[in-house]
């Protein structure tokens, strides 16, 4: 079976077994909002250049933000820094994460610090590849050292949000699908003059753009986050290469409402930097995987 055919497989949702395993070290993001989580490399898509000639940053603002994702996923590896804010009504909850992304090996790994008041405590580690996340967190009830292994089509929002993070290929890869872009301006930052650009993206069609396995969270995302015109902003160099962007995601918190006093915002940001320095992140062994009985619970 292809790629593009596993993609177009209806999604099932979490069975007991796979919410008991995961605990609410998976959906700790959302719970902390009050509700109800890879990726593929950026380096996914049309990454393969025409010709030898260096990336640049194109002069049209949509073909610049659509092109960063490959251009990106070409620079080799990435240290990574992510913020995920999100807001109801009622809670509000900021988690931060530091790691790294792969772009050749299409795997990276970040680790998230959880806010006081979440659905779990302890650090979230989290290793992704193309549609798959592997988790791990102290403060559920897995054994020490093993890790919970998910497919993002088992997951409502294809892992965009409910790990605490938007793992960066996923915010990179989502920008396939902007369907508008206006150039706000140059900022100097850390030294590097960057291009601002602001608009909305189209998850579905970033996930058609990205194809595979690396297109199912995005997809996911796209038929689950309740406005589909996803406000993005994003920060390029002159090679194209993506150094932040966030994006702004919004889903029910009650089932099926579209009352604004249901709806949870989820800010996600995503930095990139020393671009081609090489990152710790590997796909963890076939042993330290743990294997949930369907009657037992983290809890």
Same mark, same amino acid.
């Given at each position: 079976?292809?790629?593009?055919?596993?993609?177009?497989?209806?999604?099932?949702?979490?069975?007991?077994?796979?919410?008991?395993?995961?605990?609410?070290?998976?959906?700790?993001?959302? @719970?902390?909002?009050?509700?109800?989580?890879?990726?593929?490399?950026?380096?996914?898509?049309?990454?393969?250049?025409?010709?030898?000639?260096?990336?640049?940053?194109?002069?049209?603002?949509?073909?610049?933000? =659509?092109?960063? +994702?490959?251009?990106?996923?070409?620079?080799?590896?990435?240290?990574? +820094?992510?913020?995920?804010?999100?807001?109801?009504?009622?809670?509000?909850?900021?988690?931060?994460?530091?790691?790294?992304?792969?772009?050749?090996?299409?795997?990276? #790994?970040?680790?998230?610090?959880?806010?006081?008041?979440?659905?779990?405590?302890?650090?979230? !580690?989290?290793? !992704?590849? %193309?549609?798959?996340?592997?988790? /791990?967190?102290?403060?559920?009830?897995?054994?020490?050292?093993?890790?919970?292994?998910?497919? !993002? #089509?088992?997951?409502?929002?294809?892992?965009?949000? $409910?790990?605490?993070?938007?793992?960066?290929?996923? *915010?990179?890869? *989502?920008? =396939?699908?902007?369907?508008?872009?206006?150039?706000? &301006?140059?900022?100097?930052?850390?030294?590097?003059?960057?291009?601002?650009?602001?608009?909305?993206?189209? @998850?579905?069609? *970033?996930?058609? *753009?990205?194809?595979?396995?690396?297109?199912?969270?995005? #997809?996911?995302? &796209?038929?689950?986050?309740?406005?589909?015109?996803?406000?993005?902003?994003?920060?390029?160099?002159?090679?194209?290469?993506?150094?932040?962007?966030?994006?702004?995601?919004?889903?029910?918190?009650?089932?099926?409402?579209?009352?604004?006093?249901? /709806?949870?915002?989820?800010?996600?940001?995503?930095?990139?930097?020393?671009?081609?320095?090489?990152?710790?992140?590997?796909?963890?062994?076939? $042993?330290?995987?743990?294997?949930?009985? %369907?009657?037992? $619970?983290?809890?």
């Amino acid at each position: 079976m292809t790629d593009q055919q596993r993609a177009g497989r209806p999604a099932r949702r979490p069975g007991p077994h796979l919410r008991a395993a995961a605990g609410a070290a998976l959906l700790a993001a959302a @719970l902390a909002a009050g509700a109800a989580g890879c990726s593929g490399g950026a380096g996914g898509g049309s990454s393969d250049q025409q010709s030898g000639a260096p990336d640049q940053l194109a002069a049209d603002p949509l073909t610049a933000v =659509r092109n960063a +994702a490959d251009i990106t996923g070409r620079t080799g590896s990435a240290r990574t +820094a992510t913020e995920l804010v999100t807001e109801s009504a009622e809670k509000k909850a900021s988690f931060s994460g530091t790691g790294g992304y792969d772009y050749v090996k299409r795997v990276g #790994r970040l680790e998230i610090q959880v806010p006081p008041g979440a659905a779990t405590t302890g650090k979230i !580690v989290e290793v !992704v590849l %193309p549609g798959t996340v592997y988790l /791990q967190n102290s403060g559920a009830k897995v054994p020490e050292g093993k890790w919970v292994k998910l497919d !993002v #089509r088992q997951l409502p929002d294809g892992n965009l949000v $409910s790990s605490g993070a938007t793992d960066p290929a996923s *915010a990179a890869g *989502a920008l =396939r699908g902007a369907q508008k872009a206006e150039a706000v &301006g140059t900022e100097t930052v850390d030294g590097v003059a960057l291009h601002h650009y602001r608009g909305t993206l189209d @998850l579905a069609k *970033a996930a058609d *753009a990205t194809g595979g396995r690396g297109g199912d969270g995005l #997809r996911m995302g &796209g038929q689950t986050f309740t406005v589909k015109e996803v406000p993005y902003d994003v920060w390029l160099d002159d090679q194209g290469r993506l150094h932040k962007v966030v994006e702004v995601f919004t889903f029910a918190g009650v089932a099926g409402s579209k009352d604004p006093k249901d /709806q949870v915002k989820v800010t996600s940001t995503t930095s990139l930097r020393d671009f081609g320095r090489p990152v710790e992140a590997a796909e963890p062994a076939a $042993s330290d995987i743990y294997q949930v009985k %369907p009657t037992e $619970s983290p809890k």
